[in-house]
């Protein structure tokens, strides 16, 4: 719009081939053009101001539209990051459960072979006191010349 304007305000014809003014010479029309372009102009003037009100209209539109885009991507990328909280802390918490309960059933296995080993040496103990008894026994049997070559008796002499 902006060019058609400058080109009718640029467009001046100085005279009209079709019309003469007394004595034959070509009258100026400028007058006559100017009136008759008047009202085009003042209606593009108004066309002008109306597409400048609609387009800076349009421009807090859209500025308005992208503080709120902007308000709204913060919002979600802090629900984003109040949840991967969220998350962790159960994955920590469910990891923590988790090592616990694994902790206490490795407790409760080792209790119960302990317990197996106790159970087994008390069952053993007596068979170990009768058989080192009896070994005990055997060796206060045996001959003084006997004993010397035994092992753990050597560097005893004979009486």
Avoid: C, W, Y
Avoid at 100 to 127: D, F, I, N, Y
Wanted: hydrophobic residues 40%; aromatic residues 2%.
């Amino acid at each position: 719009m902006a060019g058609l304007r400058d080109f009718l305000l640029r467009f001046r014809p100085v005279g009209s081939p079709g019309r003469a003014a007394p004595g034959g010479v070509p009258a100026d029309r400028t007058a006559e053009l100017t009136a008759e372009l008047d009202p085009p102009l003042s209606l593009l003037e108004e066309a002008e101001a109306e597409a400048r009100h609609i387009r800076d209209g349009a421009a807090r539109e859209a500025a308005e539209r992208r503080r709120a885009a902007e308000r709204r991507a913060q919002e979600i990328v802090k629900s984003a990051q109040d949840r991967a909280r969220e998350v962790r802390a159960t994955n920590a918490a469910r990891v923590r459960r988790d090592a616990e309960t694994e902790a206490a059933e490795l407790l409760a296995t080792a209790q119960r072979e302990a317990a197996a080993v106790r159970r087994r040496a008390e069952e053993r103990m007596p068979r170990l006191l009768d058989r080192v008894a009896h070994l005990v026994a055997k060796d206060i049997e045996l001959p003084d010349a006997t004993a010397r070559g035994r092992p753990g008796n050597a560097g005893q002499r004979n009486p």
